[in-house]
């Protein structure tokens, strides 16, 4: 019985010391996101607009991209619904073909209508392969429409890379816990 307290013990503390390490990588991703988010606002690129409209939009401030023939790219970010935090995702991509480089990149994706937005959150939401960005720079006045219910910017954080296509991206939702 001694054995078994000390088994249910050793687990609870190792459940309660993961739940902990999730919620605080979770909190350095929301803190990330609203930054990113901040300095996207103040750029005068026009995504104000699209920050303000939209139906919900997902901030990955923090995309790590490289590659020497065969790449790949991924990153953490912060599922917004008209404007309030609904869950967090978890961004994939891997590619073959001509590229060379790393890069960092802030990336945003906006859902024109609540049903793009849900399609999102229920999963199975992947780039076709022609999809790309609109890379923003600053002072560049973005004249941007969606496509498909769907608008994507990216900022060039740091690096350089042959790459500005984001097709074959696929994503993950996780639903925060009220």
Known sequence: MKILKSITFATLLFLSVGINAQSSKDKKIIKDADNAKEKLMTMEVGLDQFFNTSAGYVVF?????????????????????????????????????????????????????????????????EFSAEASAVALKSGVSVNAKYRDGVAVFALPKAGLMADASVGGQKFDYTPMMK
């Open 61 to 125: 401030p923090n995309v790590g991209k490289g590659g020497f023939i065969i790449g790949g790219a991924s990153g953490n970010g912060v599922v917004y619904e008209d404007g309030t935090i609904v869950g967090m995702a978890d961004l994939k991509k891997l590619s073959v073909g001509l590229q060379a480089g790393g890069q960092a990149i802030t990336e945003v994706i906006f859902f024109e209508t609540p049903e793009d937005l849900r399609e999102f959150k229920e999963g199975d939401f």
